[in-house]
């Protein structure tokens, strides 16, 4: 099975400090925690160090951007070992705000029961209005018992708000996580999709069996999302397009089922798929 999780930033994660477990401990059983803060302040390293130090965690990654267990373009749950996957169409929450609460309300499903802390861990998306109204849904949804915050001047109004629902805890950032430029992002992203897809087929896919929230962008590349019981299996690239049918680059190991409906959304990824197919 590909490891997507060794592609990224995420392979060293730095020494957990007395500050982060001092937090950590205060994490209970069964409790939800939203982990907050701008982009490179520290947040998934943070909820790294509570899976090491804490039994039975459950990871929501909710940046669909910098996606540590799947692909760009998603969000995922982690939960007993096993990768629960929805696609949202876009790199970036911002626009994609619906899908997303979408997304976590079938992950809240998926989660009954869990005993475990579920932690939460958010994008770096938090600067405008349209942000923090997200996070602010976010919350409505969750419902989190805590809301741990990497203090900056963007997360003030975000405290502010968010008090009248939550415990807040207020950390600062840290200074040992590397910054990533934009460029490098770009490069990671492309670097998953191209992992994913490393043995790939092409399939024919009606176009009765989508639903298509796509725009012509000559930067951008249509990609579907395969759903069933609300969440995505599979996930495929168009490469043709005739007026009936979508010739469709899916991963080798794509089978085809029954599926709820298909998503077609487009992403500022190109991927150039000669001379990769596997053929059977």
């Known amino acids: 099975m590909i ?24 994490i209970r059983e069964r409790e939800r925690v939203l982990v907050l803060g701008e982009t490179d302040s520290g947040k998934t390293s943070f909820c790294i160090a509570v899976e090491k ?12 951007g910098q996606q540590r267990f799947f692909i760009p373009g998603c969000v995922s749950l982690k939960l007993k070992g096993k990768i629960f996957k929805f696609f949202i169409g876009s790199t970036t929450p911002r626009f994609s705000e619906w899908m997303i609460l979408l997304a976590i309300s079938t992950f809240l499903q998926k989660l009954k029961g869990h005993k475990g802390p579920i932690i939460f861990d958010m994008p770096g998306y938090i600067k405008e209005d349209r942000a923090l109204m997200l996070i602010l849904a976010k919350i409505k949804l969750i419902k989190p018992h805590k809301i741990i915050i990497f203090k900056s001047p963007e997360t003030e109004r975000i405290k502010n708000f968010s008090a009248k629902f939550s415990e ?19 490069r990671i992203r492309e670097e998953k999709i191209k992992l994913y897809f490393s043995q790939y087929k092409k399939i024919s896919v009606p176009k009765t069996k989508i639903i298509n929230l796509s725009y012509y962008n000559e930067n951008f590349q249509d990609f579907l999302g395969f759903f069933r019981n609300w969440l995505t299996e599979f996930i495929g690239v168009v490469l043709q397009e005739d007026q009936d049918n979508l010739l469709v680059a899916v991963p080798q190991n794509f089978k085809d089922k029954k599926w709820d409906f298909i998503l077609k959304s487009p992403m500022k990824i190109k991927i150039d798929f000669d001379g990769q197919e596997r053929r059977n």
């Open 3 to 26: 490891d997507l999780e060794k592609i990224g930033k995420f392979s060293d994660i730095p020494e957990v400090s007395e500050d982060w477990k001092k937090v950590i401990e205060r």
């Open 53 to 64: 130090l804490k039994k039975n965690v459950a990871t929501v990654d909710l940046d669909p």
């Open 168 to 186: 807040i805890i207020e950390i600062n950032p840290n200074e040992k996580t590397r910054k990533i430029s934009p460029e490098e992002r770009a």
